[in-house]
């Protein structure tokens, strides 16, 4: 069970939802007071940085100690090893869903893949900050830090996870990324669940912004598009081209992650099994075995569907020559 906190009484799951709230009208407030800067870069860090600024008030009202509601621990191998699994079976995943989504609404799909390849067209380095190391620390301190610190009272974990990553979803105010990114977050509450270190889940959130966008970012500084370049780029990304790329894509997606759900057990057992063993609880509970039979079930089901899929594909390529 999450770790409660010294002043646990003060710390309710209302709160948690009222806070969440002020956090997503502070997104919009934010997009205002950062677009009145002229400059996209800018208006990102000073939304980031309000994140940040929410989590810590919230903590101050509450009168708990910071390093409570914001823990940082020494990291050892096997947490590293296991958030880096549980990210590579969770990211794979979150893709299928947002290539999904992609499918049934191509147009809006294009916009949110051309507003999130815009980021490399600005200032590298600002760009790079604001979309790679801001987040792990200002969004996590709001959402794994503070709001999750009004939801440690749950006795269970599985119920914590799953209104983080909902909240984390939602947070993201993008319904075709919201499966993606809930699962992400999800994912992130359950490291802070297990080890209580903020590290954890801003490791994961870090891995995945730099690969999902910090590598784009940085590969600009080689190759400066112009804001006009990058306004015909969008403009290519049109609804017809979006749709055929995400029904191409998908089907070896599915193949190449049916390791995924694998990866999840491997990387849960890994964080979970060392909470265990602090707590001489490690004989406890299913084994990891019969762990790894269950996930293998949804494993099958993604390699056959993505064969279907991509036979689909080819035979319809077949008739059209």
Partial sequence: ???????????????GILLFVIVIAWEFIGSIVGGLTGNATVGTMILQLGFL?????????????LKEVFPLKKITVRDF???????????????????????????????????VSSVATGAVILGFITTVICPPICEESIMRGAIFSNFRALKKDWAICLIIGIFFGIFHLDYIRFFNTALLGGCMAYLMCKRNNII???LFHFINNFVTIGI????????????EQAAQTAETMDANAVAQLTSALLPGLMIAGCICP???????HLIKRQHEISEGK???????????????????LLLVGGIILMGQAMSGITVTQ
Avoid at 1 to 15: C, G, R
Avoid at 53 to 65: D, G, K, Q, V, Y
Avoid at 262 to 268: A, D, E, F, Q, T
Avoid at 288 to 293: H, N, R
């Fill in 282 to 300: 490690e004989k406890s509970g299913m084994k990891l075995g019969a762990k790894i039979g269950i996930a293998a079930i949804p494993s099958v």
């Fill in 262 to 268: 694998i990866l999840l057990v491997i990387g849960s």
């Fill in 216 to 227: 784009s970012t940085l590969s600009s500084m080689f190759s400066q598009p112009s804001a």
């Fill in 81 to 115: 090893f296991g958030t880096l699994i549980m990210w590579a079976g969770a990211l794979p995943l979150g893709l299928m869903s947002a290539f999904v989504m992609g499918k049934l609404f191509p147009q809006t799909y294009a916009v949110v893949a051309s507003s």
């Fill in 53 to 65: 600024a929410i989590a810590i008030i919230a903590t101050l009202i509450n009168r708990t100690p």
């Fill in 200 to 202: 954890l889940p801003a």
């Fill in 1 to 15: 069970m999450a770790k409660e906190l010294s002043t646990q009484a003060k710390w309710k799951p209302w709160k």
